[in-house]
Each structure stands twice: as structure tokens, then as C-alpha cells.
């Protein structure tokens, strides 16, 4: 791949990832305006190899603020430890499920089928693009009716039934692009009563535990495909793949920085609903591509 289209997805990822508007529907569709198979090994690969530069971006950017709020004691720790613990379970089981769900039912007619085959589906991006939307536009009025009448959400630590819903809509995210991850678990930790900044440290807490694994299991996608496709006409060039998918990830750090920042002081400003409103519009572009052919 040609060194100024990883740079390019690198940057839309890094910027977007950070923001609840789905980095990976972004990503996808600037693959598809560049001729680019978001399916295929290699691109999902790079796909989560951004998502881990941002991650990093992510650790340093909340590094002081989870030391003061969940390791400033032990006790502290522990209630972040068990409800990180059973929020990113709950991720897994709702993740797992629907994966083998969709795979038994969507590609009930290809039973090799894998679930990264919906990644490059416009026609199912658009939906969760406007789901999403929807849910932002929702907390944003439920904190919008809070301010109105007074009610202020706690500024105390999440209980465990706040964190189990972040990881249940954490889990929903994980096969369907478009559906933001950061803008669903986010948006229902304010539904539940958490304060924002609240569910926003919380949120980039669990994209941090769950991000290793996903590319452990990407990175072993690649290499099965790498040696299946040994003996065809069309070989995998792992080595290639794997370092433009670095390089990919360092540009995502920087962006990623950037993104957080405007993350953050939109979520103080009282703007978080612009967020659902540019979800919806997205929506609406992604499916007329989608009548487009793309």
C-alpha cells in the first residue's frame, strides 16, 4: 500500500477514533473512496493496529487522571479493578454472542464466513451510524432536562450496574462499524446517572483493556491467511503488512492526541449532542455512497 493512504487513514482514525462518531466507519469509507478491500486481512489488521495507536494516545492523554481517580488507593483500585473486570466480561459474552449469532444467520449460505466480512457493508455502517446518533442525541437531552431541573449526575466513581451497562453496549459495538464504541458507552454511562467525565475516563479505561486482544486475534487472522494464500497466485507479504500497519499506528498517536482534547472540551462545553446530530448526517452520506456502488 502506498505510504500517503496509511497516512491518510492513519490521521482520519486518529482523529475520529477519539471522537464518538466511529473511527472505523470513517476508515472504511476512505478505503473504499481509495479502491481499498476494508475486508481483507491486511486492512483489518491495519484497522486495529490504528486503533492501538490511539490507544496509546489514550494512556497518555488520561495517564495522570486514572492515577488520581482509580489507583490513588487500594480500595479505589479495587472497585475499578472488579467493575473493569465484569464490564469488559460482559463485553466479551455480548461480543462472542452476537459474533457467533451472525456468522450462523447473515452467512448461514458461507460457512467460512467471518464476521470481519461485514466491516466493508455500507448498507449496515449506515444504520448503526444513525443509532448511535440516536443514543447521543438522547443522553445529550436527558443531561440537557437534568440542567433544567437541577439534577446533577454523581461525581462519585461508577457502581457496578453503570459499568455493566457500558460493558453490554461495549460488546454491541464490537461487530458492527459505525455504531462508536467511546459514543455508546459514553452516552448510556450518562443515561445511567454517571457524570460525563465520569463515563468518558471509564469508556477510555475499557477500549485500553479490550484493544490487545482484538489484535491478537487480527494479527493471528493475518497469519492464517498468509499461509492459506502461500500456494495461490495472490501471497499475503506478511512482513510488509505488519510494518506499514506500524507505521500506521504512529501517526494515529499524534492524531489521537488531538482528538481527545477536542473530545474533552466538548463533553465540558455542553455540546456532546452536536456529536449525535453528526452521526445521523453521516448516516445519511454513508448510504447515498451506498446507492453509489461503494
Known amino acids: 500500500m502506498a505510504l500517503w493512504k496509511i497516512i491518510l487513514l492513519a490521521i482520519v482514525q486518529g482523529l475520529a477514533e477519539l471522537l464518538p462518531v466511529s473511527s472505523s466507519a470513517h476508515v472504511v469509507v476512505a478505503e473504499k473512496l481509495m479502491g481499498l478491500n476494508p475486508t481483507a486481512p491486511q486492512m483489518t489488521l491495519l484497522l486495529v493496529m490504528l486503533h492501538t495507536g490511539t490507544m496509546f494516545a489514550v494512556i497518555v492523554y488520561f495517564w495522570r487522571m486514572w492515577m488520581r481517580t482509580y489507583f490513588s488507593s487500594a480500595e479505589t483500585f479495587w472497585r475499578f479493578f472488579v467493575q473493569a473486570l465484569w464490564a469488559t466480561f460482559l463485553t466479551g459474552a455480548i461480543g462472542e454472542a452476537l459474533k457467533v449469532l451472525i456468522e450462523k444467520t447473515y452467512f448461514h449460505s458461507a460457512p467460512k464466513a467471518q464476521i470481519e466480512m461485514l466491516f466493508g457493508q455500507l448498507q449496515i455502517i449506515g444504520p448503526a451510524l444513525f443509532a448511535v446518533g440516536i443514543l447521543i ?77 482484538v489484535d491478537a486475534m487480527e494479527l493471528h487472522r493475518l497469519i492464517k491467511a498468509a499461509h492459506a494464500s502461500a500456494g495461490t497466485g495472490a501471497p499475503i507479504n506478511l512482513h510488509a503488512s ?14 489521537g492526541l488531538l482528538a481527545l482534547k477536542w473530545l474533552s472540551s466538548w463533553l465540558e462545553s455542553g455540546k456532546w449532542h452536536w456529536f449525535g446530530i453528526y452521526c445521523i448526517v453521516a448516516s445519511g452520506v454513508v448510504f447515498y455512497l451506498h446507492t453509489r456502488g461503494f
Open 137 to 213: 442525541l438522547v443522553s445529550g437531552l436527558v443531561e440537557r432536562r437534568q440542567e433544567i431541573t437541577g439534577f446533577k449526575s454523581s461525581a462519585e466513581p461508577l457502581d457496578l450496574r453503570q459499568a455493566g451497562w457500558m460493558g453490554i453496549f461495549q460488546g454491541l459495538a464490537l461487530p458492527f462499524r459505525g455504531f462508536s464504541r467511546s459514543g455508546c458507552t459514553i452516552s448510556i454511562g450518562m443515561m445511567t446517572g454517571a457524570a460525563k467525565d465520569t463515563a468518558e475516563r471509564f469508556s477510555f479505561a475499557l477500549a485500553v483493556i479490550i484493544t490487545p486482544v
Open 242 to 255: 505488519i510494518v506499514s500497519s506500524l507505521l500506521g499506528a504512529v501517526f494515529a498517536f499524534f492524531a
